[in-house]
């Protein structure tokens, strides 16, 4: 069964700070996204990674994959009041269902 | 942009009562998804279509749901007799293949009495 774990569950920061957030994965896949969730919204794509080694990047965010590792991050660098949401990580396995992590809660202070 | 449309925002029914939750996926995806997210947990596969016919489906979606595709633009997702723990936020999801991310609509809350 697969299962993706993140870490950590909530992060609570000042702006202008940079963080990752981890997404471990527990069997082989060759597909991760991240998605953002805003409070009572719905899933907003952020990325798909599909390669390891694959580097994606969208202003102050960047997210990486790792197959060997079965590890994902997501980089905030500089962070700002905006990026204040829930993100997810979600892993497929030998089909096209995602399987999300538990979600990291972002809370970022000015 | 092209969205996910689903209907209704908020369905409350009686339990034991049967339930249709809607959804328009963008117009040229041939994949389709329900997920399922009770309040403050994870998002929960419950089954994919592809090609007018259920591809994959997890232990949640049991003989009480039922997905349909009735005409060339909808996805349904059936409950049949509602319980309490189906409570949740469903959401509905399409993608034009099957590495693309899957686009998510702004989910139906059902809450069951």
């Known amino acids: 069964e697969l299962k993706v774990e993140q870490n950590p569950l909530f992060l609570s920061m000042q702006e202008g700070k940079n963080y990752t957030i981890y997404c471990n994965y527990s069997?082989?896949?060759?597909?991760l996204y991240w998605y953002r969730q805003d409070p009572g919204k719905s899933l907003e794509s952020l990325f798909v990674?599909?390669?390891?080694?694959a580097v994606k990047q969208e202003g102050r965010l960047m997210a990486s994959l790792d197959t060997k590792a079965r590890l994902s991050t997501l980089h905030i660098t500089a962070a700002v009041h905006d990026l204040s949401a829930t993100y997810f990580c979600?892993?497929?396995?030998?089909?096209?269902?995602?399987?999300f992590g538990g979600g990291t809660r972002l809370m970022v202070k000015p | 942009e092209p969205e996910v449309t689903q209907t209704p925002s908020h369905q409350v029914t009686q339990m034991g009562q049967e339930v249709i939750l809607r959804c328009v996926p963008i117009?040229?995806?041939?994949?389709f998804y329900w997920y399922r997210q009770i309040l403050g947990q994870k998002v929960e596969f419950l089954v994919s279509?592809?090609?007018?016919?259920?591809?994959?489906k997890s232990e949640i979606f049991d003989d009480q749901f039922s997905v349909e595709r009735p005409d060339g633009s909808n996805f349904t997702l059936k409950i049949r007799s509602t319980k309490l723990e189906d409570s949740a936020m469903y959401f509905c999801?399409?993608?034009?293949?099957?590495?693309?991310?899957?686009?998510f609509g702004d989910g139906t809350r059902l809450s069951i009495l």
């Open positions: 279509f592809y090609n007018n016919e259920i591809s994959e």
């Open positions: 117009s040229n995806h041939l994949y």
């Open positions: 999801a399409s993608s034009s293949n099957t590495y693309q991310p899957q686009h």
């Open positions: 990674l599909l390669s390891n080694g």
């Open positions: 979600a892993v497929t396995g030998t089909g096209n269902m995602l399987t």
């Open positions: 069997t082989t896949s060759d597909r």
